[in-house]
């Protein structure tokens, strides 16, 4: 397993250093705000694809933490996108 997926950041609160784009995320799910797409950009290795992950996760996940936007991490769908399956 590579470093980068090893100790990709599971929750929010575990992202460091994108303390913006963690309060946006959180905030357009905390307010079920949705658009149809968005756009993560930046030069490589700031987080892009583990904020994106973790985004899909949460709009995804039957149980999330409605006071943080976290993902539960343990339904079918969190473990399906934590495990590269559905995301193709």
Do not use: W
Not at 11 to 18: D, L
Not at 42 to 64: E, I, M, P
Request: proline share 2%.
């Amino acid at each position: 397993m590579a470093l980068a997926n090893k100790y990709r950041p599971k929750s929010f609160s575990e992202v460091i250093g994108q303390d913006n784009a963690v309060l946006a995320l959180r905030n357009i799910i905390k307010n079920k705000n949705f658009h149809n797409g968005y756009i993560f950009s930046g030069t490589r290795g700031v987080g892009k694809t583990s904020l994106g992950r973790l985004f899909a996760k949460a709009l995804n996940c039957s149980n999330y933490d409605e006071e943080n936007g976290n993902p539960c991490g343990v339904c079918s769908n969190c473990v399906e996108i934590q495990k590269n399956l559905i995301l193709t």
